[in-house]
């Protein structure tokens, strides 16, 4: 029987875990502990109380803004810090999650462009003081993550590395991997009320359960989809656009015309092979006061119509009576 279970963090609501127990679905719950090496997340106490009492499996992970070995391992001792105060316990690995928000901090902040030789010796030196604290550890990636930054080689050489493979809306993970994160839509199946959250299957007792591709919705809708890097961007747009469907770019990511169900899943089946999420496009919404200058400039555009409508009535009237008066000057001989 195949293990479900969650990851979540301050984004989702305090009731959560007592949520998730009362339906039981899901038999293990993944904490984020640590936002770099001095932030702790907001709801981690009362997240790790919960499981505590309810006699969950768990395990944390670490989002992670390493630039260096060094801050790694800073992280890697703040994570520890906090499992073991109050003997928090783990049965999970503890998992190290560096992604694109960390790729855009160390760029933007520090002008330094991630590579496999810094993601790797990152990845390396926050394992390693995992496991020196007497932990399992962990890596968090999706598959366009594993193919830019890490290598067989690495994998081969650090095999005792569990990963924890993101790959959301497919059938089944197209690589090995101890925890699969197969979709972060509503929560609703696992007793989750507030919104969506990501789920997992834990890959060691995992029974196949191939599931057919289901669109992002059964009406056509506009897809949004991202972030990918240009090369990814470059094929993507091409079969998007060769099936008729208008495109914008915008900062790594796609937003696309009205895609059918059945655009949906051709899409969303190249967007999976890349390790890309798509969502459902949401229009802006106006501000209450753009709202309400849109209406007044409506209004007057159509006060505007009626003064010009009055305006010209009033010229015919005009040009009716200058007729009139030059009919009369050509009676009376002026």
Known sequence: MSIYGVDISKHQTSQTVKEIKRVGKAEFVIVRAAIGSEIKD????????????LGLKNGYYCASYAKNEQEAIAEADFMISLIKKDNNYTELPVFFDWEYFSADYIKHNFGII???????????AFCERVKQAGYTAGVYANKDF??????????????DYKLWYARPGYS????????????SDNGRDFGYTGGNIDKNILMEN??????????????????????????????LVSKINGLGIDTEVNDGYIITGYASAGDQCY????????????????EPKECENCQKLKTENELLKQENIEIKENLKSKDAVIEKLTDKLENIKTIIGM
């Open 146 to 159: 594993l193919n830019r930054f890490y290598t067989e080689e690495f994998w081969q050489a650090h095999s």
């Open 267 to 282: 899409i969303m089946l190249d967007c999976n092979a890349l390790g890309i999420p798509c969502k459902i496009y949401e």
């Open 172 to 183: 089944k993970p197209d690589k090995p991997c101890y925890l699969w994160q197969y979709s």
């Open 42 to 53: 907001q709801k981690f106490d009362a997240f790790t109380k919960d499981i505590k009492d």
């Open 206 to 235: 995992y029974i196949e359960e191939v599931k057919p591709m289901r669109p992002l919705s059964s009406e056509p809708c506009r897809m949004y989809i991202g972030f990918a890097s240009q090369g990814d961007i470059k094929k």
């Open 114 to 124: 991630a590579d496999k030789r810094l993601i790797q010796s990152v990845t390396v």
